[in-house]
């Protein structure tokens, strides 16, 4: 018995006497009983947050967000462990009209046996550096030393681009560029010191520099460090730009100088939690995780200006201000606390899909998320009382350009109610279409700081030799022999050929590409020899159980045709009966887990809304709430994924993401409507249309304010240097403005069309602030 009642008590208060923010907001009425010692847990948190600032680093290595993503992944680092891979190689390309004259060929020599000296290399690979067998079982320089004669570097450059197949990726067929390739030693540029390689490579580069030779570099580290230094420099510029905007929006909005600091504080606060915190969760931030501390920033802005915006409406009302902001705290931090769980649902239902990268993402989100509500719960709170005790004066009214969309949004809900709900039903329905045609979307390029030179190098390798985009197939060999076996180096031949028809001549090497030397008369084991010792093992491993077979992509090749080139690979080389084989890359991870990715975050998507949704029915325990907050929240997530469609972008991995939040954040302003009419309906007594009317025109100000700060402060994201961020705040200011007519408009016309389906709204028993409603009935009672 006791059993059964403790279990109807607990019903009870999970049906009826909790609010709507499941208590949460206890958190801040917390704050108003004990101001010292909250006061002293901000204080301690700030400083130990603010200790870890100067730790603050991002991490530019992209393995780290597509680790644990898959197959792909997978196949990608037994390669990378077995042969090391090019990935991670420095590229030069040194061009000159005058490449056949002896004296500008031997600076080029000098430069490739300066380059194979560096600190940070542990091997090159170049004309100059690459041998081939004399004979006698030695083996000479590829290009002969000594040469006088403009002819005989020009007779000897062609020779080896013509015929030897290694060479034909090195040199360029016009004879007047050559690519050398460095190797770095992976143990120096770890913890930073690509910089340091990058900085003594640019150094090496300009003392070899002149009108007659033309140096540039490009590869992997080099785009890293180019995406890393626009990833730093765009989140200080946010972060400064974000917070001054806010800051002036406030100020307009409010009109009170003050007032805007007031609003300023707190995100203030959050944003150094926020960094600190992810700082000692990951110890750095990565491209993605460095996104979600602008994103505390403008949500922090939003709420703040929605709690103070009715703070003062509720000192204009002449409550006594001190007395308002307990008010506002009880009426509000239910709806806030509600606002924060749909967002956390968003970042959390990401932490299901694969890659290491989104995880952290999702971790961070969710954390600054609560960060946000926290220091809403308690940083404002005790501003807000610090400033009343410092004489802090009610402004004028809010800037009525605030105010202007609502008389215009009440005329079209009191007169075109039903026409705009059946227009929005349509709109959503047939936006449904384009979020089934689109597609998953991957392009290196998109990654890639704009205007990259390092880039625009790699396009003129990819025009001149073979490219500095590899694909790798690795195959296993029967005989374990490191020279090789016949039966061995067939199979290798074939497998060479196969990724040769689909790449084209000259764009693969492998064992099978030393064949001229062989078919010369000198053995497999002599050829190996004379590559080197380093560079033989990018060819076959030294137990000989496993061969290498290298192509190069251009550096921009689309993912579709990347994908189908995998494909056709696998095919043929089932179809060739070499079992084993593994085709793989970093290009190939990364499009094959980008596509697995996205149709994770997809699915991520979807259980997202259908979660926030069930979630606001529960919360307010109203299945018509649940009902009519469907059309205003899946307009903007479904129109924004028609303008990706329609613009040919498709989905990639930060857009989907940007979908997700920007989802739970747009349904922020839902719930504070939905919250405002249900106690103007219930608590003060309003009809249906009167209360709609009385919340469209309380806080419909606020929500074009927060919207307006939402929006400004992430819009400077667009203007980013990374496509992938620029296109996230792209989408995520659509969203927002979509989220915002969808606020304004659609939901007040569906709450207007619907009459008396809604008559039950005003019955709620669910708490929406500190008080328990009259309409309570206990379970035990029913």
Known sequence: MNQQSLFARLLTYLAFQRSIGFGLENIGLATLRFPRLIALCVA?????????????????????????????????QRLADTFGTFENDIYVLVHSDQLTDPQILEQVRNLAFDLELNDYAIGTMSPFTLRKPDGSGGSVPAVPEGMTDKNQVSAALADLQQNDPMMRNLITPDLTGVVLIMFPNSEMTRDGGTQGMLASLRQLAAQYQTDDLQIELTGPPIWTSEMLGAAVNDQIRFTVYGF???????????RSFFGALLVAATPFVALIWSVGTVLMMFGSFSFLTIIVTTLVLVMAFAE?????????????????????VDKTLRLVGPATALTTLTTLVAFTSLYFSPGRGVEEFSLAGAVGSAIMFISMMTVLPLLLKAALKLGFKLPKAPSLALNAPIPFAWSVARKLARPVTTLSALAVVLLFVPYFLIEPRFAIEDFMAKNSSAMATAGEIDTGVGGVAPIYIRVPMKGNDPAISDADFKTVRTVHDILENELGPNKVISAASMNNYTQSGFSRAQVLDAVGPFMRRRFVTDDGTQALVTGFMPTILESGRLADIVTSLETQIRAAGIAGAEVGGFRVMTTFATDDIVRSLQVSLAVSVLINIFLIGFAFQSLRIALVSIIPNLFPILGTEAYLWLSGSGLQL??????????????????????HYVHSRRDQRRDHADAVKETLFRIGGAIVATTVILCTGTIIVAFSELPQVALFGTLFVLSLALALIGDLFMLPAILMAGGKFFDPLGRLRVRLADHQPKHVVAIDEM
């Open 244 to 254: 001054t905007i806010g800051a002036i929006i406030a100020f307009f909005a409010l």
């Open 44 to 76: 301690a948190f700030t400083l130990l947050c603010i200790y870890q600032l100067p730790k603050a680093n991002v991490d530019g290595n992209l393995m780290r967000i597509y680790a644990n993503s898959g197959h792909y992944y997978d196949a990608y």
């Open 304 to 324: 703040s200006m929605f709690f103070i915006f009715n703070w003062l409406a509720h000192w204009r009302d002449g409550t006594d201000p001190s007395d308002a």
């Open 654 to 675: 930060t857009t989907v993401i940007a979908l997700t939040i920007a989802f739970g954040i747009a349904v922020n302003d839902t719930i504070h409507f939905l919250s």
